[in-house]
């Protein structure tokens, strides 16, 4: 087997069979067939009496091959090696590290005992896939681990640990972080005496009305996806179908969700967020600036957020305000949202000072002359921008990247106020900075690729997904945001209501509708802030006060649970302004709110990537799923426009008088 990813090799009576596929030692073909190709030697060798099952580098199998699923299936199939490990009449031990995942997760199931080191996870995401364990897991999970851990990994998809698997009896025995095979071998050799253990055989475990309890109260968290529910229905399946016919019934739902829409979208972010992060025309010889202390700029709701995901990364930050108050109201709320994770458990008392104690704030600019980045969250106006970032200039050491978190503004404009425009980049957190995963990352013209590579590269270590974006007028999201917004108000001026266009994106999955994120926001964002001049709704609803959920009214009336209601002073506005306009009201239909809002971001996704904004349509999909909340079982605006047709696409834009990019009507031919 010279060129499998398998090997063997024996030791007394063991047999050890290691896989050998980085990066993640996926279940491939090759590794199917060298896994069954080294059972056989293991039974046809009467010296062998048990055999381990591990994997070299840096992870236990971490699931099947999704690259595979789009291309024909080659044999042997997974849940046919997994069956054949589990009918071995020598003992199998699987030999856990890193992460045992989908069906890494289902062979160790195959095999009749488990052994792993403490740092392990085990887990069955296939759910994030828009998939279910399709190798046994749901028919094997409930007898090995119990109906309630069994619904929870599959239906929830995050993994367990390995100390949670030894107490649910998923894993047998916890092995020494640094001699995992030395150990297995030696509880093979245990296990010989007890013989094989086929999961197969063993009782459901548990009580079956865990499986509708956790149903119930995930039900708002798996609104509009079609996994979570086949999940369950398998787990249940288990609790009262034999062993075979339970395979039979995991095996139909799973074709049925490989087949349909919803995986395909998820399985296109998986890799649409991975590529993501690559950066065209950058080659891996280029290497990312240290960052080993950053600045923020700004201790607002922002400037507070963005430090956080530093100082939770170990990483210290000085903050600075213009203001004391300001600074220690910054501040306090950074503490607050700390405790607030730690009293809900996810974090550690200890864990709150270790990250506040990594703070410095300060009133003074000069106190960044040490940081390696210095993150600017201030007001969003360009003169103040350019001012900070000429000051920044005299005070940050050479090499320091200079970012702004601006949202809209023109970063080559911000770079040209420094001496040193390739260290300037933006860096566009969203709000709540310190929970959205989101992060753009703006490209200038003289940006250099060693700077880019250092904010990508920092992204991922505070947990972001980093998107490359040029420079342009809100960059991606927020410049695919504009037509949208701009279209809803129109819609709103022809007849429709807040309620209906809000109504027409929640039920496609969105987490609110234009005007619900409006109040959310605040509808006096950009306002210019005199009561007296009126010249559209906006103006009119922060004129009475309507500035969002703030002030308990925006587009809707917000009782003190902050439920919306629709108004009849906004409706009164509306209709005075369609009045005035001349427009004529008429029925909106639901699919015109579609055509209407959702076509033409599509469209300026097209026009994106005609200008090179955005270096792929995936990445596009990207920032509106983390940064926007799309729902991600549509994969993204651009994925979805390819799922409606650009035909389509093209004529719903026509029909309403758009102008269709170049690209696009290409594509629709
Ligand atoms: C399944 O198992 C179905 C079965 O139930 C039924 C079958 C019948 N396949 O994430 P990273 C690539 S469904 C192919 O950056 P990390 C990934 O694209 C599967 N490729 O590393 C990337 O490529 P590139 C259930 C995969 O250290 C590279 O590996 N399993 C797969 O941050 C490195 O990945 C899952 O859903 C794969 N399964 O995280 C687990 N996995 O370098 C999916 C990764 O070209 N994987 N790649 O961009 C993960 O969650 C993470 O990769 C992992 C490592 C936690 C393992």
Redesign the pocket.
Known sequence: MTDSPISTRIDGDVLIITSNNP??N???AAVRIGLDAGLKEALDNDAVQAVVVRCDG??FF????????TKPPVEP???VVIDRFEASPKPVIAAIH??A????C?VTLGCHYRIAVPSAKIG???V??G?????G?TQRLPRVAGIETAVEMCAGGSPISASKALEVGLVDKLAGEDSLEADAIAFARECIAKGPRPSREMPVKGDPASIEAYAKANAKKFRGFEAPAANIACVEAATRLPFDEGIAFERQN?MKLMMGAQSAAQRHI??AE??A??IDGIGDDVNPRPVKKVGVIGAGTMGGGISMNFLSAGIPVTIVEMKQDALDRGTGVMRKNYEASAAKGRLKPEQVEQAMGLLTPTLSLEDLADCDLVIEAVFEQMEIKKEIFGKLDTICKPGAILASNTSYLDIDEIAASTSRPQDVLGMHFFSPANVMKLLEVVRGDKTAPDALVTAMGIAKKIGKVAVVAGVCHGFIGNRMLMPRQVEAMKLLMEGATPAQVDKVHVDFGMPMGPFQMSDLAGVDIGWHRDPNLIENVRDALCAKGRWGQKTGKGFYDYDEKRTPSPSAEVQAILDDFAAKSGAVKREISDEEIVERTLYPMVNEGYLILEEGKAQRASDIDVVWIYGYGWPVYRGGPMFWGDLEGAKKIVAGLEKHGFAVAKSLKAKAG
């Open positions: 990066p993640v996926a279940l491939g840096r992870t971490a699931g099947a091959d999704i690259t595979e699923f199939m997974l849940n890193g992460t995942l989908g069906g890494g289902e069955t995401p296939e994030k896939l998939l279910l364990p399709g190798a897991g799973f998986f890799f991975r590529q992060a690559k």
